[in-house]
């Protein structure tokens, strides 16, 4: 019964207009007044408590870096060393996106961020070289779900403090699917590109790619810093947030010389509000989350889905189902907040490893961002390129198909994230 108050509460807020962080705040008070605890102390303690916790520093930190990132030319820089690369190739602009999209994924971990700046860049470019718009801005927005996956990845912060599982061991594990994301957009738009009649760039000679990787290289030298150091213990990944940001200023600053004094406070600004924003949720929904231990709600569910608890992919299938509807309602951080305390002991119950569960899930809710009505990310390409959400919804549907094909294969195999998660530890 308890679950179905949880739900309907939280359901019903959300159909109100309620916004997410509010929705959690009021499902949580009506759920203690239903268990008969009910003390506005309680939920203040909650949020207060939720958020003073030194690993969600490196929330803002990383923002902040990619905020810098993209203010201070190292997001141009990455797609002018991709289309040296690769921009030769027939539809290779999409190969560029794919490319920096994965560069750029290892230094924010932010997939709106990394789609916008990704459409900014390379939407004009492609619309002029006569490239399908709505098919382009849906690559734009595919490429940008990676960012949540390969490490340093926000969402796997906020899922290891939210089902306390090692966020170092999370970056790790992501390393792999994520590159397979890449692939299987590299694959998809191989296929779909060939209807374009589009004429190549013309191929650059060895001593441009050189001088356009060494333009690049203050920015493709920052992943390696960051998961380095995090791998060889150098320092924490909230640690590694604050070596990102300063490294990004640095570079912006006084190497690359594109950011200016008179732009930091609306770099700050931004990175302030998307803070503010996404710590209020967090907060929020620890209230949630505690009152789901208090109410033994996941006992509940574990009861419920007894049937196949005892087989592992089938029932990481009836998951990744439940995560693929909730996805199209939900953004990426309610998703994790509100479902990782209530699935997270039936997955205890079921012998699956939390870090491998862990990804698995951060990836289903991350192709839910490629989903409307809702689709964040969508919306944020739609903005930016200036295409009709309509059309990048038709436009990202190849590459919605090549990114739930990946996430089935790895349900699938385990092997896939298990084994060089093994590796890398």
């Known amino acids: 019964m308890i679950l179905g108050v949880f739900l309907a ?33 309680i939920v203040s303690q909650q949020m207060v408590s939720g958020a003073n916790t030194f690993t969600l520093l490196a929330i803002p930190f990383f923002l902040l870096a990619g905020e810098l990132m993209n203010a201070g030319g190292l ?26 999209a994965v560069v750029m994924a290892s230094l924010s971990g932010s997939a709106a961020a990394d789609s916008a700046a990704l459409a900014a860049i390379l939407i004009p470019m492609m619309k002029s070289a006569g490239y399908h718009v709505p098919r382009s801005a849906g690559l734009m927005a595919a490429g940008g779900v990676i960012a949540p996956v390969i490490p340093p990845s926000i969402a796997f912060i906020i899922f290891g403090v939210a089902a306390n599982v090692s966020i170092t061991a999370l970056f790790l594990g992501g390393i792999v699917p994520g590159l397979l994301m890449a692939l299987a957009l590299i694959a998809a738009w191989a296929v ?19 001088k356009a990787a060494l333009r690049a ?20 990944p909230t640690e590694a947030a604050v070596v990102a940001a300063v490294y990004a200023l640095f570079v912006g600053m006084f190497v690359y010389r594109e950011l200016r004094l008179r732009d930091l406070y609306g770099v700050f600004l931004n990175a302030a509000k998307m803070t503010a924003v996404v710590l209020f949720l967090v907060s929020a929904a620890l209230v949630t989350s505690w009152l789901i231990t208090r109410a033994n709600i996941p006992a509940e569910l574990t009861r419920f889905l007894s049937p196949v608890i005892d087989r592992p992919r089938l029932l990481m299938l009836v998951i990744v189902l439940l995560l693929l509807l909730v996805g199209m309602v939900l953004d990426l951080a309610p998703t994790i907040l509100i479902l990782s305390p209530v699935l997270m002991p039936v997955i205890g119950a079921a012998g699956i490893d939390p870090v491998y569960f862990g990804i698995i899930f951060v990836m289903t809710c991350c192709i839910g961002l490629l989903t409307p009505p809702v689709g964040v990310v969508l919306n944020v390409v739609s903005g930016v390129a200036r295409v009709p959400l309509g059309q990048v919804v038709f436009g990202v549907f190849p590459f919605l198909i090549a990114q739930v094909c990946v996430l089935l294969l790895l349900i699938a195999i385990p092997e896939l994230v298990t084994v060089p998660l093994d590796a890398l530890r």
């Not at 141009?76 to 794919?98: E, K, P, Q, S």
């Not at 590109?193 to 441009?208: I, M, T, Y």
């Not at 030298?221 to 791998?231: E, Q, S």
């Open 9 to 41: 509460t939280l359901f019903a807020g959300l159909a109100i207009g309620l916004p997410v962080a509010f929705a959690l705040i009021f499902c949580g008070i009506v759920l203690m007044s239903w268990m008969g605890i009910f003390n506005p102390q």
């Open 75 to 100: 997001s141009r820089r990455i797609v002018d060393f991709a289309v040296a690369c690769v921009g030769h190739l027939r539809g290779g602009l999409g190969y560029v996106a794919v490319i920096a």
């Open 192 to 210: 779909v590109s060939g209807r374009d009649a589009v004429a190549p760039l013309p191929r650059q000679s060895a001593r441009e790619r050189g």
């Open 217 to 236: 290289a203050w920015a493709l030298v920052m992943p390696v810093i960051i998961l380095g150091g995090i791998r060889f213990g150098v320092f924490t």
